[in-house]
Every structure is written in C-alpha cells, then in structure tokens.
C-alpha cells in the first residue's frame, strides 16, 4: 500500500483538517485534525468544531474530520506514522514474537526406537525423530501473514533420567541388520524395566507479510512428543538358542530375562 501523506494549508491560519494529498474532497477521504487524529471525512453540523477544526464545504454540504477509533483503524490495517518528517498513513507493521509463534498449532517430530519397544541391557539403543517445516496462514490487522516453523534443535529424554540436548541433529535409523551400534542419539540403559522416551523439539519462526521477505522471529518455541514404550530386557549368557542370538531378537529367545 503506497503511504498516505496529508498536505499542508498554505494559509497557516485555515483551521480545517489536512487533507491527503491527491484526495478529493469527499466522504471517506482520510484527513488529519489539527490534534494530529486520523480520521475520514464525513458529513457534520456546520457548527461543527470538534478538534477545532472548521468544516470544509462540498456542493454547500459541511464535511469534516470524523476521527477513527483505534480498533477502526486496527480493521482496516492502517497506523498514523511520522516518516521523514511527515504525517503518514501506512499499513501497520507486522511484527511477531515468540509468544505470536506459540499461538501456532506447530505439532512435535515424530519419535522413534529402533526395533520399539524391546532392547537389552546395556546395549546401544538407537532413537531418531522426524520433524517437518510447518507453514500456518493468518490474518493479522487486514494483512495475510505467512509463518514458516523450521525445526532447529532436539533434545532427546530416555526415560531413565538420561537426556541428550539440545542439539542440531535429529538422529538418523540404522535399520533391521545393524544392532548394538552407537550412533550421535542412541543410549545404553543399565537397568531392566519399562521406561518413556521422548524428544523435545525446538523450532524457529519466520514471517512473511503480504508476499513480502521473509523476517526471523527472535526466539523458539518447544514442542514435545508423546512418550513411548521403551522395554529393556537382560540377558542370561548360556541359555541362548544356536538360531537365537543376543543381537536379533533375544527377547523372544530363551535366555531372554527381564
């Protein structure tokens, strides 16, 4: 929207509201009182003198500055501004925070075991999560607002009181022949028993107004996923099958124990 500038009176005395420049004198045109209120031109009393300002007169009709309250001017997406020492009217500046990107229905990354729910004892366990950049729409003072969510940060919680994190990366799958292999998120867990793991994932915000560039929101907003089932078995050394190793399915096995 091209700013809206108000021109001067060339008599330093005429009392009437500014008008913009370029308008027509007419209803609806912005205008500016001479206590700096933004308004449109409407219909008055011929006495009218709020703002002290003298009607102007169309065709013999009294028109003058009716001024527009704050959530008019929040509808219709529009701010009074000082620019280069002018009196404007522009399109409000869109700003978010972070406490605006909460307000987003970002949803958390996916968690994920390899081989859930069952691992042994003190073997490396290997977690991983999947998380998407999300983009919402919404309407912001009169103006479409574009917001991207990307997820930055991960910090993985085992359960056991173990935690990983925050940290860049969001671990990766090993698949169905690599077993007891360290990786940058796996964790041992010493002791048999049920336990809930996590991932609480951080995501940065950006903006765009109106198709426009794209700013960063100062700040992050978490979004933890739900728990899932971790079941750590143990081993007993001896019992175990010729086709039934300690790598493969051992809790199915004998020998397996929790």
């Known amino acids: 929207?091209?700013?809206?500038?108000?021109?001067?009176?060339?008599?330093?005395?005429?009392?009437?509201?500014?008008?913009a420049e370029g308008a027509s004198l007419q209803t609806g045109s912005y205008c500016l009182a001479s206590d700096g209120t933004l308004g449109t031109m409407g219909v008055v009393p011929a006495d009218w003198g709020e703002g002290s300002d003298t009607p102007y007169y169309n065709n013999g009709v009294p028109l003058g500055?009716?001024?527009?309250?704050?959530?008019?001017?929040?509808?219709?997406?529009?701010?009074?501004?000082?620019?280069?020492?002018?009196?404007v009217v522009?399109?409000?500046?869109?700003?978010?925070?972070?406490e605006d990107l909460q307000s987003f229905p970002i949803t958390p990354a996916d968690?994920?075991?390899?081989?859930?729910?069952?691992?042994?004892?003190?073997?490396?366990?290997?977690?991983?999560?999947?998380?998407?950049?999300?983009e919402f729409q919404r309407q912001i003072a009169g103006q479409q607002v574009q917001v991207r969510a990307t997820p930055v940060s991960y910090t993985f919680v085992y359960?056991?009181?173990?935690?990983?994190?925050?940290v860049s990366h969001a671990g990766y799958?090993?698949?169905?022949?690599?077993?007891?292999?360290?990786?940058?998120?796996?964790?041992?867990?010493?002791?048999?028993g049920d336990y809930q793991f996590s991932v609480v994932t951080g995501y940065r915000g950006e903006f765009s107004?109106?198709?426009?560039?794209?700013?960063?929101?100062?700040?992050?907003?978490?979004?933890?996923?739900?728990g899932q089932l971790v079941r750590v078995w143990r081993?007993?050394?001896?019992?175990?099958?010729?086709?039934?190793?300690a790598a493969q399915g051992a809790w199915g096995c004998p020998g397996a124990d929790r």
């Open 111 to 134: 968690a994920h075991q390899e081989r859930a729910p069952h691992t042994l004892k003190n073997y490396n366990t290997n977690f991983w999560a999947d998380a998407d950049v999300q």
């Open 159 to 166: 359960g056991d009181g173990g935690q990983l994190g925050p």
């Open 235 to 245: 081993t007993q050394v001896g019992l175990v099958a010729d086709d039934c190793s």
């Open 209 to 226: 107004v109106d198709g426009g560039p794209w700013e960063v929101i100062d700040g992050t907003v978490e979004r933890p996923s739900e």
């Open 1 to 19: 929207m091209k700013l809206i500038q108000f021109k001067e009176h060339k008599n330093p005395e005429d009392k009437r509201a500014r008008l």
């Open 65 to 87: 500055c009716i001024a527009l309250n704050p959530d008019e001017l929040e509808d219709a997406g529009l701010e009074l501004a000082e620019v280069d020492g002018e009196m």
């Open 90 to 98: 522009q399109p409000i500046r869109i700003q978010l925070t972070v």
């Open 173 to 192: 799958q090993l698949g169905e022949d690599v077993w007891d292999e360290e990786t940058p998120t796996s964790h041992k867990y010493t002791v048999p």
